[in-house]
């Protein structure tokens, strides 16, 4: 069951950094939250539904991906409180690349994308702050998996000069 | 800023798409076009400058990362007409990802930060397009990189593939 939102609780979160107070308040407005048990899968790979963009607020959520190699441990991410998840499919609509799972009982903010156009269409200026912060979220995931990329080649092509 | 860019010239490109006629003519104003020799370094790797984001309107460019571990070419990504290059960087301003060099002579129309920022005001519905644009593309290189890493790991760990 979904519940209000106090502007006080998403106001320190790093997607509201660059929102003033007022634009924190309108963007409460459009956003919902719901509590969670323990174990509870809130949206799965390779699945088109639940694209709500979710911000944790309270509680841990494991954000991972299938196995795909036998030996080789799957992506896995512990979300905190004030991170962001479920980027893709609320901004694109495409299937999930990741399942999320609470590891405690947790507490999140919703944003729908209906609610989403609806302030793109109204409040412009917050829809470009929201946007700017999930393009720089990105940027520094495919630094890291550059990184981590790069290292894993060094390493393979290493081993093949030997 | 004198741009010398058509709206018609970036029409087709992906990151139009959904743009209105208007939109279109009012991001065409922000660009300015450059051309490029073979050879010609449009970014550099590591480096915070020449953070403009570059929409492709003739030529080729190609798109690297190495200088790691001494081993070169790690990453290598032909880009042509209508694709966009230099994302990484572009909204925050962090050095980049690759270097960046012309493969033919290129025409390539130049968006600064700046420019963008402007953009966003004056045209914010041209804004959120452009935005939602790079989060799905960079989703689309994360979700590559993820893929390479892992091939990478099955290899350094002989491991298979689950079927």
């Known amino acids: 069951m979904s519940e209000y939102i106090n502007v006080d609780e998403i106001a320190a979160t790093p997607l509201c950094a660059e929102l003033a107070r007022e634009s924190v308040a309108t963007l409460t407005r459009h956003m919902s939250a719901t509590c969670h048990a323990k174990g509870e899968v809130l949206y799965a790979e390779g699945s088109l539904e639940n694209n709500d963009l979710l911000l944790l607020l309270d509680g841990q959520l494991e954000i991972k991906t299938e196995q795909r190699y036998e030996n080789i441990g799957s992506l896995r991410v512990v979300f905190e409180p004030g991170a962001v998840a479920s980027l893709m499919g609320f901004v694109a609509g495409h299937p999930h690349v990741t399942t999320a799972t609470a590891m405690s009982e947790c507490r999140v903010a919703r944003l729908s994308r209906d609610q989403f156009a609806h302030i793109c269409e109204t409040h412009p200026e917050i829809a470009i702050a929201v946007l700017k912060f999930l393009v720089l979220r990105l940027d520094e995931f495919s630094y890291l998996l550059l990184d981590r990329y790069k290292e894993a080649q060094a390493f393979v092509q290493g081993a093949y000069r030997r | ?163």
């Open chain 2, 1 to 163: 800023m004198n741009s010398n860019v058509k709206a018609d010239e970036i029409a087709g490109a992906p990151i139009c798409a959904g743009m209105t006629e208007a939109g279109v003519q009012a991001l065409s104003l922000h660009l300015e076009a450059r051309k490029h020799q073979p050879g010609d370094i449009l970014y550099r790797e590591g480096s915070q400058e020449n953070t403009d984001l570059l929409i492709i309107l003739e030529g080729q460019i190609e798109a690297s990362s190495e200088h790691t571990h001494g081993v070169s070419e790690m990453l290598k990504i032909r880009l042509g007409t209508g694709d966009v290059a230099g994302i990484m960087g572009f909204v925050g301003g962090k050095p980049h990802g690759g270097t960046g060099v012309a493969v033919s002579d290129c025409r390539v129309a130049h968006l600064s930060r700046e420019q963008f920022s402007d953009l966003c005001r004056i045209h914010p519905d041209v804004g959120i397009t452009m935005l939602r644009f790079l989060v799905i593309a960079l989703d689309s290189f994360s979700v590559m990189l993820l893929s390479r890493y892992n091939d990478s790991l099955s290899f350094m760990h002989g491991s298979k593939k689950k079927s």
